[in-house]
């Protein structure tokens, strides 16, 4: 439970610049992986999908069902290439401690990207100024300002706030899912190396909980992926 981060304090020689080296390794590895992915999913096209190509259609064909509930096609297919991004992304993120964490001494090196507050809240930054940037885009600058208006001038300091909020929000909630399922497993795995009696006692609940939190895994990453789309339409839709 005592494990350090990995950093690279005062990067570059700039005092303020640390790295997390963990998270910058992780990242990487779901980067990497949800490339293979995608490459190794489009790299034999069939006119009549089979095995893994047909898994990424009908993953397509879910994004499309979430973009398609929250606003018009006509303007959420433009969407449909980061919806699909950002839930490939997260659920492998969000995997990837559920297989297993690497520590060694006492440095932890290997988990789950998405178990760092640092990480959920970037992404959800980058959601939120992708909203303001193609709200501004879609709608036009002066059309997009009166949104915060409407439909009452006295609304545009709550409506400042609900920004704020809703970056806190949909980061934190991503984090605190996948830092509490780590946090059990870990006790789990502890309990397991007691002993021969703490191995036989905590294998049924480690195997329990691993299925578990790769369900929750999934469902986080749809419902960071569904708040997305929410916020994006919520900025870019004219009934909005």
């Known amino acids: 439970m005592n494990h350090e981060a990995p950093m690279w304090e005062d990067a570059f020689g700039i005092s303020w610049l640390d790295f997390n080296l963990s ?110 940037y193609y709200g501004v885009k879609l709608r036009g600058g002066r059309e997009y300002a009166k949104g915060f208006v409407r439909p009452l001038p006295f609304l545009l300091p709550f409506k400042i706030i609900e920004e704020f909020s809703n970056t806190l929000t949909l980061g934190l909630r991503l984090y605190g899912n996948i830092y509490a399922g780590e946090i059990l497993l870990t006790l789990l795995v502890g309990l397991a190396a007691t002993g021969v009696g703490g191995f036989i006692g905590a294998t049924v609940p480690m195997i329990a909980w691993m299925g578990f939190s790769t369900f929750i895994g999934f469902i986080q990453a749809f419902i960071f992926v569904m708040l997305t789309m929410v916020y994006l339409s919520h900025k870019v839709s004219e009934d909005h």
């Open 23 to 132: 998270n910058v390794l992780m990242m990487f590895v779901a980067s990497l992986i949800v490339f293979i992915l995608g490459v190794a999913a489009t790299r034999n096209m069939q006119r009549y999908p089979t095995g893994f190509q047909n898994f990424m259609e009908w993953l397509i064909d879910f994004i499309k069902g979430i973009i398609g509930s929250n606003m018009d096609w006509r303007t959420g297919r433009l969407f449909l290439p980061l919806g699909l991004t950002l839930f490939a992304y997260i659920f492998v993120a969000n995997m990837l401690g559920v297989v297993t964490n690497g520590v060694v001494g006492h440095t932890l090196w290997w988990k789950s990207p998405t178990a760092d507050p640092g990480i959920t809240l970037t992404l959800a930054t980058l959601v939120v100024v992708l909203s303001h």
